[in-house]
């Protein structure tokens, strides 16, 4: 074989040797010991956040939700989350496949409109002033996904959703006094309360209020 050919020939072999240890390597190998580590050492986070009720998986804690009836309309027995531009077929918002922000500026008619319009709700459902109301229960987050409503927003809420279940205003204060999360870091953002997992707590509740 002349030295050209066998030089040709011994480079194609190198590569084709990196090829396959790399593969193995970068591609079996390293993405094995990750999930494993992930499996190990942070399970929930690994798999999604995934939060349960009678061991049936009904969503993400780091996912919003609606809890709407199919007209839009608040129903009183839930906190309700804040509004949502996701709504990629999905009449509600939340949906996960068309996730974004209105857009809107702060001087767009349709955006003026529609938080008048949530206003209206607001102070119709909870029997509260314009004045009571904040910013997060009238407008979207830039996700549309945001799991999260202002401990404010939570707050307005509590006598409505233990009226409407006929349990203890205090059942209900000491749950979202559970879901409610300090600033990150002790001084990033601001401290808020996860609907999604408030509500799921609050569906555990009995009549008398207790976790079943």
């Keep these: 074989m002349p030295n050209g050919t066998r030089a040709t020939a011994r480079q194609y072999w190198v590569a084709i040797r990196a090829i396959l240890v790399l593969t193995a390597g970068l591609g079996i190998v390293y993405p094995l010991v990750m999930t494993g580590i992930g499996q190990l ?9 995934a939060v349960s009720l009678d061991g049936k998986v009904v969503g993400s ?4 939700q609606s809890f709407t009836d199919k007209k839009g309309n608040p129903l009183p027995q839930w906190f309700q989350s804040r ?6 077929n999905a009449a509600n918002g939340y949906d996960a496949n068309g996730s974004s922000g209105s857009n809107y500026g702060p001087n767009n008619p349709d955006l003026i409109k529609a938080i008048g319009d ?5 102070e119709d459902t909870y029997g509260v002033t314009v004045e009571q109301i904040p910013a997060d229960a009238v407008t979207a ?3 549309g996904l945001d799991p999260d409503i202002s401990p404010a927003y939570a707050q307005l ?4 959703v233990a009226t409407t279940r006929g349990i203890s205003e205090a059942s209900v204060q000491k749950l979202v006094d559970q879901n409610t999360h300090g600033r990150q870091l002790g001084y990033l953002g601001d401290p808020v309360v996860n609907v999604v997992q408030l509500n799921l707590d609050l569906a555990r509740l009995d009549p008398d209020g207790n976790h079943q």
Excluded: E, M
């Excluded at 809420?157 to 409505?160: F, I, M, N, R």
């Design 61 to 64: 804690s780091l996912i919003g």
């Design 141 to 143: 987050s830039g996700s």
């Design 118 to 122: 949530r206003h209206k709700v607001i």
């Design 157 to 160: 809420q509590v006598k409505t």
């Design 41 to 49: 050492f942070l399970h929930d986070k690994a798999n999604g956040s």
């Design 83 to 88: 509004p949502s531009a996701a709504t990629n």
